[in-house]
């Protein structure tokens, strides 16, 4: 094992619409060390999610080659990637992705339970006390407000222990202040647990706190200037 956590190289994502060939993503080059925290930056429709979906497995690039942890995941089937990312990756989305027929310990305890883990529970409940959700443990999303939703899955994914923590616009359905709250419990989370994080945002305060930023724009990545 490498210091390289996550490279990916000559990475191109084409999509056919009706009429023509859409280019999202354009011959992307990108390393990341294991530790680091990265910010993918870029105005919307360049390519950002796109971007971090391949880096994390969740689709695949049409030209190039993406390895996680010394894996090739582009060489994978969908089923070894989505075991690799059990293995390895936590997520935090824009929109929660919380299942509402499920309390917030229930919650945070399902991948951990989905992996066999017998302390799914207990772990869950250490995770949301350090959100600070103690007392809101048996609710529900709906009873939650969207600060409140956040946390709960800031907590699952740092209750799996990732080696890798893909957030893309962990704040971007909050408003400003709760926002403030929510990236700094993420960014502390992610300092203690000592994983790699790789953040889309277009906030450039979100951005300025990590250890490096690039650009995408029309599909290309660059340094941030």
Request: aromatic share 4%; glycine share 8%.
């Amino acid at each position: 094992m490498t210091d390289t956590i996550l490279r990916a190289e000559h990475v191109s994502k084409r999509v056919q619409t009706a009429d023509h060939e859409l280019t999202i993503l354009n011959d992307v080059s990108l390393q990341v060390n294991l530790g680091e925290s990265l910010a993918i930056i870029g105005p919307s429709g360049a390519g950002k999610s796109t971007l971090l979906g391949l880096l994390a497995g969740l689709d695949t690039p049409t030209e190039g080659a993406i390895w996680m942890a010394d894996q090739e995941i582009t060489a994978m089937s969908e089923e070894g990637r989505a075991a690799t990312r059990a293995n390895f990756v936590g997520f935090v989305f824009q929109t929660f992705q919380l299942l509402g027929s499920l309390t917030a310990l229930e919650n945070v305890a399902l991948p951990m339970e989905l992996a066999g883990d017998q302390d799914a529970r207990e772990k869950a409940q250490r995770f949301l006390d350090k959100v600070g959700l103690s007392q809101r443990v048996g609710h529900y999303p709906k009873q939650l407000s969207g600060g409140e939703q956040q946390r709960v899955a800031i907590a699952r994914a740092f209750a799996c222990q990732p080696r890798i923590l893909f957030a893309d616009e962990p704040t971007g359905n909050l408003d400003r202040a709760t926002g403030a709250k929510v990236s700094d419990l993420l960014f502390d989370l992610n300092e203690q647990s000592d994983a790699t994080l790789i953040l889309v945002t277009h906030e450039q305060r979100l951005a300025d706190r990590c250890d490096r930023t690039v650009v995408i724009d029309d599909g290309r990545l660059s340094l941030a200037a």
